[in-house]
């Protein structure tokens, strides 16, 4: 009886890690089988960028906030927000890093390209929190950050997943 | 009452097994049962004597359970206060592998309780549901951090569903009763999530917790289906007919609210998908559940039914200033339906000896008369016409089930006779 209830229990734990593996399988996709891009990367936020060993992040050669420019009438607005969701960003080289061109609402055919979802207005593609070792203050990565001098290595897969690998400073 | 027993020392002739534990209640019912027996001449004092000589009174709160249960939340709390502060400085796949740790940990410490308890049986069984409930509550710290540490970009209702299915995994691994209820209580937030999230209109929100309602119902009636009341299976039904019996209320609550709000309100997959689960699993109870096992279910299918019907019978009500003749007809009708299914409730309850649905029943009452009366009625009903017609609902919702209790101490003396 209580053996095979210990049974149980370990089976139940196993199948449950399985399960946590489902609920995280699209970043952990990328991040195994996805193909190298280098993009530009600098700090968010700029008033206290490194309180904690967590960074935000914005990618300048991404589109940034959905929010149009100038004078939106009412409508407009009101079809944007019911085309926000889940929002395709086209990648294209530049020389050794990569950048994004504008937002489409249909799956890219063919190249690489990041799955986002902009429901919440900010566009989010799973890259936007970098762990920085905390280290010395005139760490390398912390100064590049700062000066808009780094890089971010991203693996995105075949259906626009993508994972942050690590930040660099641009050689 | 002014009994003058007192256990007296156990008699010789029997084999005199372990004592065991009775709450003073319990020994107070005990020695006046005796009492009527000896005088029967249905025991002899031997016999009674030996009878109360088997119990011993066992006081529920000792004091070295309230040191320990003190101890553990204090060692809950400083392990919460010492990852919380530490938290910003590891790294995500250290703070997922603590995540790990501190579950794993909970569920081996909740495997060496029920080890004790089996073999000494000094572990009380809501300490072991307590370590268990938070062994099926640290799983969901492990999905969201796994989550949070991978950075998975869109926080949806998967997440909510796959700690859903990990905690039911668990209960009837270990067959416990409070993971099962985290693990039933989740799986129904995650349907209703997951339906809002392609359409959050009113309709799809009530037909979504009414279908998790049937669902709830009907398994936890098939669980009690071939096994007998107390034994491991049926206690497992428990939660999730009552559970279901909430959602039941609720729903219907919802799809009997006046308002109208916009959304395509059709159309939702998993609508769909969870209508064809329900009528699944409801035929199955209908079928083969007993006469209260099919009041049950069919209680929850009714609520169903109304409640899509009075989602899809609604009006343009923007001001409740004036009312037309059809909209006031809705009102009566949802009020009615809901009396009738809380109502129901009520005396099933009774039946099933639930004091959680009875009175679970009677709160729902209260607070849907209050808000329909001051959503609706309030032009035509004063605030003491309303306690007035609450107090009406009340007295026959006990007179009703008073007259199912009897019914069921009748048929309890037929049955025996």
New interface residues.
């Given amino acids: ?2 053996t095979t ?2 049974t ?2 370990a ?3 196993v ?3 399985l ?2 593996g ?3 399988w ?3 996709a990328a ?1 195994f089988t996805g193909e190298e891009v280098v993009l530009r990367v600098e700090v968010a936020d700029t008033y206290e960028p490194f309180a ?3 960074v935000r992040l914005s990618y300048p050669d991404l589109p940034g906030e959905v929010f149009p420019e100038g004078e939106v009438s009412e409508t407009e607005m009101q079809q944007l927000e019911a085309e926000m969701g889940t929002a395709f960003v086209p990648l294209s080289p530049q020389g050794a890093l990569w950048v994004g061109g504008d937002v489409v609402r249909d799956e890219p055919q063919a190249g690489p390209f990041l ?3 902009d ?1 919440q207005w900010q566009l ?6 970098a ?1 920085v ?2 280290g010395a203050e005139n760490d390398p990565v912390r100064a590049a950050l700062r000066s808009g001098d780094a890089v971010a290595v991203v693996r995105v897969d075949g259906s626009g997943h ?3 690998i690590g930040v660099e400073p641009s050689s | 009452m002014t009994t003058q027993h007192v256990a007296g020392p156990a008699v010789p002739e029997h084999r005199d097994p372990e004592p065991r534990p009775a709450t003073s209640a319990q020994l107070g019912w005990l020695e006046r049962e005796v009492e009527h027996w000896r005088a029967e001449g249905l025991v002899d004092e031997a016999t009674a004597a030996a009878i109360r000589g088997r119990y011993v009174v066992h006081r529920r709160v000792t004091l070295a359970r309230i040191v320990l249960t003190l101890g553990a939340v204090f060692v809950g709390l400083g392990l919460i206060w010492f990852v919380a502060s530490s938290l ?5 796949l250290v703070r997922f592998l603590l995540m ?1 740790v501190v579950w ?1 940990g909970l ?1 081996v410490a909740a ?1 060496l309780l ?2 004790r308890r ?1 073999r000494l049986g000094t572990v009380p069984a809501p300490v072991l549901g307590a370590v268990r409930l938070l062994a099926a509550a640290a ?1 969901g710290a ?2 969201f951090q ?2 949070q540490s ?5 926080y949806g209702p ?2 909510v569903g ?1 700690w859903a ?2 905690a039911l ?2 209960a ?4 416990g009763v409070a993971p099962l209820v985290l693990g039933i209580g989740l799986a129904a937030y995650w349907f209703a999530w997951q339906v809002l999230d392609v359409d959050d209109s009113m309709v799809s929100g009530a037909t979504a917790i009414a279908t998790a309602a049937v669902v709830a119902v009907s398994v936890g009636v098939l669980h009690g289906v071939g096994s007998r009341a107390g034994t491991g299976w049926a206690v497992l039904g428990i939660p999730w007919r009552e559970i279901g019996a909430g959602l039941v209320l609720l729903g219907l609550f919802i799809a009997a609210l006046p308002f109208d709000e916009d959304g395509q309100g059709e159309g939702v997959l998993a609508v769909w998908l969870g209508l064809a689960v329900a009528a699944v699993v409801a035929s199955l109870a209908l079928l083969r559940g007993d006469r209260t096992d099919r009041l049950e279910t069919g209680l929850a299918v009714l609520a169903l039914a109304v409640g899509v019907l009075l989602s899809l019978w609604r009006f343009d009500t923007t001001e409740l200033e004036n009312l037309t003749a059809g909209e006031w007809l809705r009102a009566f009708v949802a009020v009615a339906v809901y009396l009738a299914v809380a109502r129901g409730y009520a005396v099933l309850g009774g039946m099933r000896d639930s004091v959680r649905l009875t009175w679970g029943a009677t709160a729902a009452l209260v607070v849907f008369t209050t808000v329909q009366a001051t959503a609706v009625f309030a032009e035509i009903l004063s605030g003491a016409a309303l306690f007035i017609l609450v107090g009406a609902v009340l007295i026959g919702t006990g007179l009703l089930a008073d007259r199912g209790r009897r019914r069921l101490v009748r048929e309890g003396k037929e049955a025996v006779s």
């Fill in positions: 009886m209580t209830r210990t149980r229990v089976a139940a734990v199948a449950q890690l399960l946590v489902v609920a995280v699209a970043p952990l991040r904690d060993a967590y799955r986002c979802d429901s989010r593609c799973g890259i936007e929190t762990y070792a905390s993508a994972a942050l | 910003d400085q590891m790294s995500p790990v794993v569920v495997e029920a080890h089996e799983y492990v999905v796994g989550a991978l950075q998975v970009s869109t998967i997440l796959v299915a990990g995994l668990y009837y691994a270990v067959r």
